[in-house]
Structures are given as C-alpha cells and as structure tokens.
C-alpha cells in the first residue's frame, strides 16, 4: 500500500511545495497537480540528444529511475538485515549514472554540475550510515526497522535521539533534492549549476524520466522522516510528508542559498549530529549514566 | 598432487621453450602452457575447495631442501584458483597487447620466460610450507616480477621505479627473515605446521609488516603507484590483481597459526586498513594518469581487504562468531572481486594506450565513439570497483558492513564505537571510489576529444583483446547475482578460522534485488524504447547557453572535476600551485601548473631516504675500487668466519 502511494505522490509533493512557494510571495501559483501535467506532455514529446554524447546518455535517465524505484521497494516493502546500505548504495549507482550522462555531453556548464553534485553529496552517506548503524546498535534490528516509532519512546533520550535523526535526514532531502540552501530549483543559471544544470541537454522522455527520479528520491526520504515520528497510520505518515512539504517551501521563501565554498559547514554540520546521534546511543547504553 | 607437480612443470618448460622458439610462435605457446597448467590445477584445486581437503607432499625439491613440505590446504587452493586464472586471461590479453613490439622488433623470449616463471613462483608461494622454500618462492616472485616490470627498460622512469620496487620489496623481505627466525628459534622447525598457536603477537607485528609492504598498506606503500604506470598492462594487471593478493596470503597464513588474536593488535589491523582504504581511494581521485589512478585504487582495495580481515579478528578477539565469519568472507571475497575488476580495469586501461599512446587522461575524451567495447567494460569495471549494486564488488563490501553492524551484538562500548566510525569511513571511501571513477571514465571516454592523440583513434582494440576482459566482466556480473553460490568458494577458507554457519539466506535475498534490479532497468529500458517509438529523436549540439563557438577545451577536466571535492580535504595531501597572474590589460601567455604529493611520501618515506642517504654516505670509503682491498675484505671475513667457528666449537 504504502509502495504505491510512495509511486504515485512524487509529483504531488513537488507541486506541493511549489504551491505553497507563490502563496507565500503572494501569487496564486499553478496547480497542485501541474507536475503530473508536465510529466505527461513530456513523455509524449520525441527527443533532442546532443551528437557528442554516446549510449550513456540515452540509458542514464532509465537506469536512475530504475535504481530510485528498486530503493522504494527497499524502503517500504521489504526488510532484512543491512537493507539500508543496498538502499544507499542503489540511490548511488543511480547517481553514478547520472554523473556520466551529464558528462557525456562535452558541456562544461554540465560537468560543473556534475562536479558539485558528486562533491556535496558524498558526505550524505556517511551521515545516514553512522545514524542508522547507531540506531541499529540501540534496537537491536539492522535494517530500517531500527528507525521505526523511534520517536514514541518513553526514554527522554532515545526521544532527543529521533529529534536529531529527523534533523539529520532533513538536511539531507535538501542536499540530495538539490533544494535551497544547497541549490536553487528554480533556476540553472551560473549561481547555482548543480542539479538543473546537470539535465541542461536532456528532453523529452528523458527529462521527465529525471525529473519523476529526483522527486521520488526526495519523497523517500520524506517517508523516512514520516518512519521515525510514526509508522503505525498512513494518515499520520501522509501528515507528516504534508509538514515536510511545508517547510522546504517555507525554507525556500524566506531564506536564500549558501555560498558555493560554504556548503561544507552546512554537510559538517550534518556529519556533525550524526555523531551526536553516535554519543546519545553509547550514553543509553552506559544506562543513562554519565 | 601429481597434477600440481606436472603443472608446475608445464609452466616450467613452457618457459624454458620461450627462450628458443620464433617470435610469432611465443605467445602461442605461452597461451597454450598457460591453459593447459591452469586445466591440470583446476581438478585438485577443485577438490580441495569442495572438501576442505589437505594434499601434501615433498614434491621433487626434497634433494634440495631437507624436508621441503608442500601443501595444498583450502587457503592456498582459493589462491591458486586466482592465480592460474587470472593469469591464463593475461596470457590471451599479452598476445595483441605485445604484438607491436614483437613488430619493432623487440625480442620478448626472456619476457615471456618471466611471465611463467612469476606464474609458478606465486603457485610455489602458496603451496610451500617451509620457511627456506618460502622464502626463495618469495623471492623469485619479487625478482621475476621487477624484471617483468622493466620491460620497456629504455627509459629512465621505468628503470628507477624498477629499483625503487626492488629495494622495498628487499626491505619487506627483511622483516620476513627477521619474523622466520625468530619463529625457528622458539620451535625449532622450518614446517609451517609446527608454529600452530606458537606465533607470538610480536612475530604477527613484523610479519604483518613484512607482508603489508608486498600489499601496498599505507604508509609502506609508496613502491605500488610508482611500478604500476610503468609496467606493461598484462604485468601491472597481474602485479595489480595477483601479485598483491600474496601480501595478504602470508598474513592469513600467519593468523592462522596465531590463534586466538589479541583485541590490541586487532584493533591495530583495524585501523591499518581503514587508513589505506581512505588515502588510496583519496589519492586516486587526486590523479590524472589513469594508471597511476587505477595503483591508488588498489591500495584502497587491499585496505578494504584487512578492513574485512580485522573485522573477523576483532569477532575472533571478542568472541562474536557471526561478527567474525562475516568479516573473514567479506575479506575472502573482496580478494576475489578485486583480482576480477581490477585485472579488467588494467586491460581497459591498456587497451586505451595501445590505441591512444598516452597515460594522461586530461590529454583523452570522446574514446567512447572509436572504442565503444572498451569504454562498456571500463564502465561496467567502475561501478563493480566502486562497489554499487548489481556488481560483485558490492556484495564483498556488504559483507563487511554486516560485519561491522553485527558487533553490535557484543555489547561492548569502545568496539560500538569504533564500529560505528568504521561504518562512517567506509562509507565517505564508497563515495569517494564514486568520484574516482565517474571522473575517469568521463574524462578518459565521453566528450569531444580534448587533443590529436584522442582525435586519431580510430578504432577498437581487436576483439581478441576484449575477449579476457569481456570474460572478466561477466565474472564480476555473475558474482553480484548469484553470490550466495559463489560464497561457497571461499566458504571452507573462511571455516578454517571459525566454525559457524554462512550467511547464505541473506545473500540469497542481495541476489533477489540485484535481480530485480536488472529486470527494474530492462523494463524501464524497454518503456522509454516504447514511448519513444514513432516519435523524432533528433542529434543537434550540446547546447551552450547562447554560446556560438564551443571547443573541446572549454570541457571539464578531471582537474577541474575534482577540484571543489579535494578542496574541502586540503589537510589531507600537500598541494604545489605554480600560476602565473596576469597582471595587465591586455591577455597574455599565461601557465597554471599543479602537483599533489602523497602526505605519507612526504613525511615519512622520505626522511627516512635522506637519513639512510646520509649514513651509507660515511660508508662510500669501503668501495673504493681497488681489487687489492675487496680481496683483503675477503680474507678478513674468512678469517673471521673460521675464528667464530672453532671458537664456537670450543
């Protein structure tokens, strides 16, 4: 149930916040559903392909949708032990991917893209994995289980633990969903060659292969957040993604992006907390006591 | 045994025959030695593996050394397997990979001779259990492989980077004979079998030492990026894919006879891995020889190899069975996928200077149009060496994650600890291994070519060429699907050190995605084939903003690319900026030139040159060049000699 509602809302969530942006500069902004308008015109249009690039660039976009939607079933269907670091590790062979394509190109506007891409993301998967692997230690389950309900603990700590995972998690949706601070979506112009730029020359099918990819990779780490505070009712997940929603466009209408150099207080932060989460963990173990 | 000694011959005289035979028919024969020793040792190999079995015999070398034992245990057989595998894809690879030499009329009997005669001495590695007998396959390996090495010995690079490989590897030899010595001391015998459990933890530290410069450990492995550019491919592939894997070889072999290790010396190994997996891969993305690139990545591999390995000894040390068996498979596997990849990465990468005739890959791009083979298995070589999903390198690197969360288990503070910023490391090393090689393989085959070396090539490499590398993907590709079938090559290696069940039913559950993965992509594949069907998909230009009159110069480099992530790690390499401003109006000539030094090059391997320069130079006086002195240095020494015996006899 959950999988599909995960397969079917990417694009909600996406007009969603684009929504809720025009209201807060005081426009009535388009549809809640124009992304999924988007989506359909674009698969029906043929493509334009840049004549430097090779087979990669065609099969790219595929293969980065793919990999988002095999983490999907990762995330809400299935668990086993060490089900994350496939997750994790399938979300990179996506990005792997979408790397070369726009490589590929010969473009130098899109190998900046790619080149910052690859830079600020890398600090995200340390991040996750010294989070999950310590909440895994407190749980005693290695896999995503290990996050679910964390924060309807009685403990005091094991609360204030789940608070800073879903913070944690939270700065990586913007990282990973290319959102500001990190990057500006609105834009591909030189301030902020990341995640747009890096899609500059795909059309057609494959754009909104891409575009479909990004907003379900943000979704599911959404979703993870919405694991955490409460996994019991969908309505409360559903909520919960609403909330998360709100307050990336709230984040992007009253604050701006980062400087490029830096990004790597704002990833250091992340890897940051994390280890607070690591500290709070060895402390419950200890049994509370200092 | 019987099969293995007649290898062993069929490599031998296969060799020898090199010496005398006509150019066209060398590597015909060498080939044909080759498959025929591989298919003589796959049968005892086979059985051993299967039955956890022990051959033994003394084999011919009894008149040579006294009690020369021969044993071929699982350990040894997982090596052998590797050996004579990896080696038999060298030989077809060498055959077009030599053929233009063979045209400028190079002679490469003695070369071909080498080849098989590293071959056997790494088959002799594994097998002897003597300490004598070790030590002289130990050596040979060394020398054959130098002399392989400086192939192209014209240039100067190649003979000092022969030498600098040469005298390391003497040094790690030195610790060898120290740790055999001692080992003989306290038991009184050259067979290995009579160390069992008498390893003290001091002899583990030197032979670990002696053994880690063979496999290129930080910081002794300064000797590994500086041989590998030079040597052909066919050797770099082996020294590369093989040759390393015998470093680790003898440390399994010396914890085997350990026992029970201690939770320090664990911790050490530990820490020793995570430090060579995070500077190998690190210096690997700093590099723009792709070679040199490719020896870094190595050094991550093997780091990631005792990051396994440390793993089972810290689950030894600790009593965690789960935690251990996890570790010592993850360690086993990765030594298998890593010969796999990255034999396939070194012929991807030689078949690139074959055609392009440079190493700089700033000086490629666009390689992908002429070479459309090698560019598909260079690009399936980067995501199985950078561990992702559905390659084989993956599932080595799960293991080893499990490993480290399963320590959980024990409930022990500091182990959490160090588990969890183990977890963390490995990850930030997965991710780097990413940018590593998307830049490699982006700058080196997509884009528009960025210099006339790059424009001239105008095809492939011949397809018998591709064929080992086609089959080493395949390999890689098979492993991550069905591991939980090929765990069971390394499964009885791994029940030498702890008798508990293999993690079977969780990779059968890895096998299910990494095949769904595959069927998620083909039918991805094929929707987008379908939507597209009947609809205009038109090639126009890369699209410049605007701009009119693009060049292949404005591209990203691999400089550039790595540039903004290497920026944030500035503390860990020692960057050399030459640039020269322009300072007027007008555009003038203009250079910007960069180096990245190796920290641990740097800080310690080279005062420990100057030092050593230093104290030898005091000494210059004793070679003098006059016959006259040597002779009396003679006569000295056997005066000596003859004094300490008889006053030892007194």
Redesign the interface.
């Known amino acids: 149930m959950m999988f599909l509602i995960v397969l079917i809302l990417p694009f909600f969530f996406i007009g969603l916040i684009n929504k809720m942006k025009a209201i807060y500069v005081g426009k009535q902004g388009a549809s809640i559903f124009q992304p999924y308008y988007d989506f359909f015109k674009l698969?029906k249009?043929?493509?334009?392909?840049?004549?430097?690039?090779?087979?990669?660039f065609q099969?790219a976009?595929?293969?980065n949708?793919?990999?988002t939607?095999?983490a999907a079933?990762?995330l809400t269907l299935?668990h086993?032990?060490?089900d994350f670091?496939?997750f994790?590790?399938?979300l990179?062979?996506g990005?792997?991917f979408s790397?070369?394509a726009a490589?590929?190109?010969?473009?130098?506007?899109e190998?900046?893209g790619?080149?910052?891409e690859?830079?600020y993301?890398?600090?995200?998967?340390?991040?996750?994995?010294?989070i999950i692997?310590?909440l895994?230690?407190l749980s005693?389950h290695?896999s995503f289980l290990s996050i679910f309900g964390l924060l309807q603990s009685k403990n005091e700590i094991v609360m204030l633990i789940a608070i800073l995972a879903v913070f944690a998690i939270f700065m990586m949706i913007l990282i990973e969903g290319s959102r500001v601070p990190i990057d500006d979506p609105k834009t591909h112009l030189e301030l902020t060659m990341i995640h747009e730029v890096m899609v500059?020359?795909n059309s057609?099918?494959?754009l909104a292969?891409i575009h479909y990819a990004s907003a379900l990779k943000m979704l599911l780490f959404s979703a993870l957040i919405a694991a955490i505070i409460c996994p019991q009712y969908l309505w409360a997940s559903l909520l919960v993604i609403l909330f998360i929603a709100f307050l990336i466009a709230t984040i992007e209408s009253i604050g701006a992006r980062i400087r490029?150099t830096h990004i790597?207080e704002y990833t250091f932060t992340m890897?940051a907390v994390?280890l607070i989460v690591?500290a709070l963990?060895?402390l419950i173990?200890?049994g509370g006591r200092f | 045994m019987t099969l293995i000694t007649s290898a062993i011959w069929v490599y031998t005289i296969g060799g020898i025959l090199q010496l005398f035979l006509k150019e066209e028919n060398k590597c015909n024969l060498l080939i044909i030695t080759n498959f025929v020793a591989a298919a003589l040792l796959a049968m005892p190999v086979m059985f051993v593996l299967a039955n956890n079995a022990v051959v033994e015999s003394s084999l011919w070398m009894g008149m040579l050394v006294k009690n020369a034992i021969f044993r071929l245990d699982s350990l040894s057989a997982f090596f052998i397997l590797i050996i004579a595998g990896i080696g038999f894809l060298g030989t077809i690879y060498s055959k077009s990979y030599l053929a233009p030499y063979i045209e400028k009329g190079k002679k490469i009997g003695s070369h071909l001779f080498l080849f098989n005669l590293f071959i056997v001495s790494m088959i002799l590695v594994t097998l002897s259990q003597n300490i004598i007998f070790f030590l002289i396959s130990w050596e040979l390996m060394s020398f054959s492989s130098f002399l392989l090495m400086i192939f192209e010995n014209e240039e100067k690079e190649v003979r000092q980077s022969g030498i600098n490989y040469l005298i390391t590897m003497h040094v790690g030899v030195m610790f060898l004979t120290v740790g055999f010595i001692l080992m003989y001391l306290k038991t009184g015998s050259l067979d290995f079998a009579s160390f069992n459990g008498k390893i003290s933890e001091l002899v583990f530290a030197i032979m670990f030492i002696g053994f880690g410069i063979k496999a290129g450990i930080v910081p002794l492995h300064s000797w590994l990026p500086k041989a590998h550019p030079v040597a052909p491919t066919h050797i770099s592939a082996l020294m590369s894919g093989v040759m390393i894997k015998t470093g680790i070889y003898g440390i399994l072999r010396m914890l085997f006879y350990t026992g029970r290790p201690t939770i320090t010396i664990s911790y050490c190994v530990l820490i020793i891995g995570l430090l060579s997996a995070f500077f190998g891969i690190l210096y690997a993305v700093a590099q723009r020889n792709y070679k040199k690139m490719l020896a870094y990545s190595s050094i991550e591999n093997i780091g990631i190899i005792i990051t396994g390995l440390a793993v089972g000894m810290l689950g030894l040390a600790y009593g965690n069975y789960v935690m251990c068996v996890l570790g010592f498979l993850g360690c086993f596997m990765h030594i298998l996928n890593h010969s796999i990849f990255k034999t396939l990465m070194f012929f991807t990468a030689g078949s690139v200077y074959t055609q392009a005739h440079t190493k700089d890959m700033e000086k490629l791009g666009g390689l992908v149009h002429p070479m459309k083979g090698t560019a598909l298995a260079f690009l399936l070589g980067s995501i199985a060496i950078s561990a992702l999903p559905p390659f084989n390198g993956f599932i080595s690197e799960f293991l080893i994650y499990l490993g480290f969360l399963n320590s959980f288990s024990s409930h022990n503070y500091f182990l959490f600890t160090v588990m969890v910023a183990a977890i963390g490391i490995l990850a930030f090393v997965g991710a780097m291994a990413l940018i590593a090689f998307t830049n490699a393989f982006s700058i080196i085959f997509l884009g528009s070519p960025r210099t006339e070396k790059a424009e001239h090539v105008e095809n492939d490499v011949p397809s018998v060429m591709l064929l080992p590398i086609y089959v080493l993907a395949f390999c890689a590709l098979v492993i991550g699907l069905f591991p939980q079938m090929f765990v069971n090559i390394a499964a009885f290696p791994v029940l030498n050190y702890v008798n508990v069940i293999m993690p079977h039913k969780l990779l059968a559950v890895i096998s299910t995605f990494n095949i769904s993965l595959f069927v998620v992509i083909a039918a991805v594949l094929g929707l987008r084939a379908l939507l597209l069907k009947n609809k205009k998909v038109e090639k126009r230009e890369t699209w410049g903003c605007g701009y009119q009159f693009p060049s292949a110069k404005i591209q990203y480099s691999a400089n550039s690319f790595t540039r903004p992530f290497l920026g944030f790690l500035t503390p860990f390499f020692i960057r050399e900026l030459h640039f020269t401003q322009i300072k007027e109006l007008f555009p003038q000539k203009t250079s910007f030139k960069s180096r990245i030094f190796d920290l641990f090059e740097y800080y310690i391997v080279k005062p420990i040159v100057i030092v050593d320069e230093f104290i030898i130079s005091k000494f210059y006086w004793i070679q003098s060049g006059h016959t006259q002195k040597y002779l009396i240095y003679g006569v000295v020494f056997l005066v000596l000699a003859i004094a300490l015996l008889i006053g030892g006899k007194i």
């Open positions: 698969i249009k043929g493509e334009v392909i840049s004549d430097t690039s090779s087979f990669v099969i976009p595929s293969i949708l793919a990999c939607i095999i079933v990762l299935f086993f032990e060490g670091i496939l994790s590790y399938v990179a062979l990005k792997f790397v070369i490589m590929d190109t010969g473009s130098s506007f190998g900046m790619a080149s910052r690859v830079s993301t890398s600090f995200v998967e340390p991040a996750f994995f010294i692997g310590s895994a230690a005693g290695y500059l020359d057609g099918v494959d292969f490029l790597i890897i994390a690591m963990v060895l173990m200890h």
